[in-house]
């Protein structure tokens, strides 16, 4: 069983569909999951009904041949691909890293999910006009959610079989499970005292919603698969990730990569512990405006962060990890917290949404960038830095787009700070180089 979950536009369910057809085959067979785009949330959810890492498919993040090397590294007897927006929507105006784009690389079939909600005969034009968008993408068969009644049933799987359109799931409107979420997505797994329970219903809900016979004719022959990345010598340094409510969007890649350079990954709480004795430091990103009164009590992680950076410890910072490293964070009551205030700048949340791919060129060298090379990563959040005084590391802009070019980034001692994720997958140069700095960190100084 291996197919793509793609949705015919963005909103109509594709999520919950994934994670209950995870969740009822997690229960009786091994499964991995895929994730297209550069999203950390849904991977999570994955995650956490596998009990398996969930691996982002993004080929504008990293490159078509890693997308098909990381899935021929992981795939097994049964995958599941959650897609983005709808199964067309690439980058900008293009089809880039859109669902389509992965179904056509890895030569997987698509179930569509369609929002039947106002819909009825008019599905069979919808589903059709789909099929033959892209004749290179297989459409094996859809999952009509929110379906309203019987009748309704009824007309919609005539209407489908008129154009001879497979049905392999049906959820009603009573079936929804609600997931709740705030202002960037899904509130994470880790902050649901009852996700047991509703991993529980979305099982019950996979295995009765579900043709699964329809479902397991899906897909390819069975993939070798590999058991994860080789991973090197472990006598290298040990990197400290900050791993908990706060903190905790990571590519599985980057984590991979850096152990398959020799590093030992040691996770620990900025919310609740002491900085571990480390060589290297990565603070992903994740909501520190959330727990920024945590954060805050959490006093001697702080010095020890700041203590740590100033000493030199290579440290690379992601969006959230950003923001805990400046002097104080305002949080959407207005109500400023001090942080580590290792960058001389201050940050606030703010109404604005700052979301999409990024083109940067990188103005020096830093633990994770050579100068003069040329990233492309995304950005995500709804705070402002104010007050900068430190040395910017990029000159970024939008993904193919000349206008609003911009200094980002802040790259102080060893610390590379930005707001630009990076996914590591296409460029390992990047987990060894940092491997490196942390290794020549251990080998000349000790905080």
């Known amino acids: 069983m291996k197919f793509i979950i793609a949705g015919e536009r963005s909103g109509v369910g594709k999520t919950t569909v994934t994670l209950a057809i995870l969740a009822a085959l997690a229960r009786r067979s091994p499964v991995q999951s895929f994730k297209v785009g550069p999203d950390y949330i849904d991977p999570m959810f994955h995650r956490a009904i596998t009990q398996r890492p969930c691996y982002s498919l993004d080929p504008l993040l990293t490159s078509e041949a890693y997308v098909r090397a990381c899935y021929r590294r992981y795939a097994g007897e049964h995958v599941i691909i959650e897609g983005v927006m709808g199964l067309f929507d690439g980058a900008g105006s293009e089809e880039t890293a859109s669902t389509a784009h992965i179904a056509r690389l890895l030569n997987l079939p698509v179930l569509l999910v369609v929002d039947c909600r106002r819909l009825s005969r008019s599905i069979a034009a919808l589903v059709q006009g789909y099929r033959l968008f892209d004749p290179r993408v297989q459409i094996a068969g859809v999952v009509l959610n929110q379906v309203g ?9 005539a209407a489908l079989a008129a154009v001879d ?22 509130v994470p797994t880790g902050e649901l005292s009852d996700f047991g329970a ?32 080789e991973r090197g010598a472990r006598e290298g340094p040990t990197i400290a990730i900050a791993w908990d409510r706060a903190f905790n969007f ?29 060589d290297g430091l990565y603070l ?44 104080t964070l305002t949080d959407f009551d207005g109500q400023a917290w001090p942080m580590v205030g290792a960058l001389p700048a201050t940050v606030e949340m703010t109404g604005k949404l700052s979301l999409g791919y990024r ?19 995304h950005e995500f959040h709804r705070s402002a830095l104010r007050q900068v005084s430190a040395q910017p590391v990029y000159r970024a802009q939008r993904y193919s787009s000349p206008q609003g070019v911009r200094l980002e980034g802040w790259r102080q001692n060893n610390l590379h700070a930005s707001y630009i994720h990076l996914h590591w997958g296409a460029a390992p140069e990047r987990a060894k180089r940092f491997v490196n700095a942390c290794r020549h960190y251990r080998g000349n100084f000790r905080v």
């Not at 359109?165 to 899904?186: E, F, K, N, T, Y």
């Not at 991993?199 to 993939?223: K, M, S, T, V």
């Open 359 to 377: 083109q940067a060129t990188a103005l020096r060298d830093t633990p994770i960038v050579a100068a003069g090379e040329t990233v492309i990563g």
């Open 165 to 186: 359109m497979p049905v392999l799931g049906v959820l009603h409107r009573q079936d929804a499970i609600a997931l709740p979420d705030r202002h960037l997505g899904l």
């Open 198 to 229: 509703i991993a529980a219903q979305l099982a019950a809900l996979g295995q009765q919603g579900f043709d699964w016979q329809g479902l397991e004719r899906l897909g390819g022959d069975r993939a070798a698969g590999a058991a994860g990345a």
């Open 284 to 327: 992903g990103g994740g909501f520190p405006e959330v727990f920024a009164a945590a954060l805050a009590d959490n006093q001697a992680a702080r010095a020890q962060v700041r203590q740590a950076i100033t000493a030199g410890m290579p440290t690379y910072a992601e969006c959230g990890g950003l923001m805990y490293l400046c002097e």
């Open 250 to 278: 990571y590519y599985a890649d980057n984590l991979a990569l850096l152990e398959a350079n020799g590093a030992a990954l040691c996770y620990w709480s900025p919310m609740q512990e002491a900085l571990p004795r480390a």
């Open 149 to 157: 009644s019987e009748r309704h049933l009824q007309m919609l799987k």
